[in-house]
């Protein structure tokens, strides 16, 4: 059985701060790694993609992936009130047919 | 942008109603997933398909039912609804390339069983 692991939270942070999210996996064959938004009552929203090992910075975000340890992470930067919601990660091997969320972790900014 | 649209938004059944939640995509994907998300549980996946006419069962299929026979539309059926299925459904779509793409997902359908 494929797991994907998250933090439930919630994560509080203050407004300004660096919030950081932690996601472990299982399955050593995983290829692909996704970072979704999830604002209460609605879908999530896909924010980062990574594929190999190392940082990948998209604005305020920076997704690290360590594939030794089954590791992935999201920095968020100089975070925001907006910046609240649930974050998922998700782990996909080849083809996108194996896709696994973890059951996210959810972050308040305090302003 | 990716489209992927479910046709209702909420959505009140009695018990024991066949039930049917459309999804429509406008990218061509191969693969289409239906999910339920309830509080606590995370994202479970119902079914998938890679296919049209294809169907794979995923972790919780028992009660529901799914069709595809166009390559843009996934549905859901619920052939006898019941209240434990009250819920979030979510669809997704996404490629099938060895380049692993994202899911991306509807709007999500909120199903209320009475």
């Known amino acids: 059985q494929k797991e994907v692991e998250q933090n439930s939270g919630p994560l509080s942070v203050p407004e300004g701060a660096i919030a950081s999210l932690n996601c472990t996996y299982s399955?050593?064959?995983?290829?692909?790694f996704f970072w979704y938004r999830q604002y209460s009552g609605k879908s999530p929203e896909l924010i980062m993609s990574i594929y190999s090992n190392g940082d990948k910075e998209d604005g305020r975000f920076t997704a690290q992936l360590n594939k030794a340890s089954q590791y992935v992470s999201l920095l968020i930067r100089d975070s925001q009130p907006s910046d609240s919601a649930t974050y998922l990660c998700a782990v996909t091997g080849n083809y996108g047919q194996n896709f696994v969320f973890g059951p996210g972790t959810r972050l308040s900014v305090l302003p | 942008d990716v489209k992927v649209t479910q046709s209702s938004r909420y959505l009140v059944k009695r018990t024991g109603e066949k039930v049917f939640l459309e999804c429509v995509q406008d990218?061509?994907?191969?693969?289409m997933f239906w999910y339920r998300q309830d509080p606590g549980l995370g994202l479970r996946l119902i079914y998938f398909?890679?296919?049209?006419?294809?169907?794979e069962k995923g972790d919780i299929p028992e009660g529901y039912s799914v069709s595809r026979e166009k390559k843009e539309r996934f549905s859901l059926i619920l052939e006898s609804a019941s209240t434990n299925q009250t819920s979030m459904y979510l669809c997704a779509s996404s490629l099938l390339t060895a380049g692993n793409q994202p899911q991306h997902f509807g709007d999500g359908t909120r199903l209320s069983i009475l």
């Open positions: 990218m061509d994907h191969e693969n």
């Open positions: 398909s890679y296919d049209v006419k294809m169907k």
């Open positions: 399955d050593r064959g995983s290829q692909s």
